[in-house]
């Protein structure tokens, strides 16, 4: 657990550091990849003991007998979450993205409405767009750099025609862990438009130090028959690379049609992603975890100071995630000239904010689970880049 070793990913087909030059145009040498959210740690020991059982075998038939897994899924909901889950509530997918994808399908029909409550994860909006349904942003209100929910005006918005509501918690961008009360209100929200709610609770074991995530479906037990909740192992542990996820449907109706159209495309487990979530889903995992969060609130802590000092670029204070969501609004600048600035000055690839909706064309976010060492270092270039506005 050496979160402060720097590891050389350059050359392993890393999406974060080898396609950071053609689609930031930051070379990986001198540059620093804080995009794409993967980290640069080594997920715990027994995730890599899973594996290198399985390459000592060498054989890499078919997966079965998923008890083991289920009750690893099981026990961390329990001990880590709070929360009761029957294993057959759950099902395998390839990710959150194809779980995204799947509940857009069995859901809703072609041209009906999902809602996002935006700036949020960019790959929502573009499943729904690609599965031809709208997409029916409703804007995060920003209270003094920190998001809350408008759920008047939102009321107000709607139509009829939305059949979903991804939410997303904690938030990404923006960090917040939504407290009890705006949880029930987004499930009031939910049940007033007859939404089916899907939960996408990825980020729900990166709490940092201060907050407490709570599980939708604990929050708001009465919407158990609207409800779909996403984990995974993926972005807790590092091994986003598995492409495995779980979509936790309780309600039986909501898991027939989930089922049918997984049935209908015909997908099934990867065995290396089933050894390495059950792996990781363990107290070795469980002691990982909070050493990794520990120092990713170290990490937040130094880059919040850095980014502080910089007049006109303000951090919003992360609850939860290790995506950090600057807004350059304060500078004055418009967006290409902020963006080349971090970009050609700083030699820092962030993704663009306006990606993930309305709201967020100010902003971009900076990946910080990287060893500290980057953090200071993108601090110190940032502060180079706008030493102007000292
Ligand atoms: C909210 C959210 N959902 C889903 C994903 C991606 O999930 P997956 O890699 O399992 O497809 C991310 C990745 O950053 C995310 O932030």
Known sequence: MNFDEIIDRTGTHSSKWDMMEPLYGVGPKDGLAMWVADMDFRPP??????????????????????????????????????????????????????????????????????????????????????????????????EDGRYGLDIAAWDAMMTGSERMLILCSPHNPGGRVWTAGELRAIADFAKRHDLVLVSDEIHHDLVLPGARHRVMATAAPDIADRLVTMTASTKTFNIAGAHIGNVIIADETLRARFAAKVNALGISPNSFGMHMATAAYSPEGAAWVDALVAYLDGNRQVFDAGVAAVPGLASMALEATYLAWVDFAGTGMAPAEFI???????????????????????????????????????VERLQSAFADLQ
């Open 340 to 378: 080349a600035r971090v970009e050609k000055d700083a030699g820092i690839a962030a993704n663009h904010g306006a990606t993930f909706g309305k709201g967020g064309e100010s902003f971009l976010r900076f990946n910080l689970a990287t060893p500290r060492a980057r953090v200071a270092e993108a």
């Open 45 to 142: 020991q027994s995730v890599q003991r899973a594996l290198e059982a399985m390459t000592a075998h060498g054989i890499y038939g078919y997966f079965g007998d998923d008890r083991a897994y289920l009750e690893a899924i099981c026990w961390w909901m329990r001990e880590r979450h709070g929360w009761q889950v029957d294993p057959k509530w759950i099902f395998t997918v390839h990710g959150l993205v194809n779980g995204t994808g799947l509940c857009v399908e069995a859901f809703t029909a072609p041209g009906d409405g999902v809602v996002l409550m935006t700036p949020v994860y960019h790959a929502f909006a573009r499943v729904i767009k690609a599965a031809g349904r709208r997409v029916v942003e409703c804007p995060l209100a920003n």
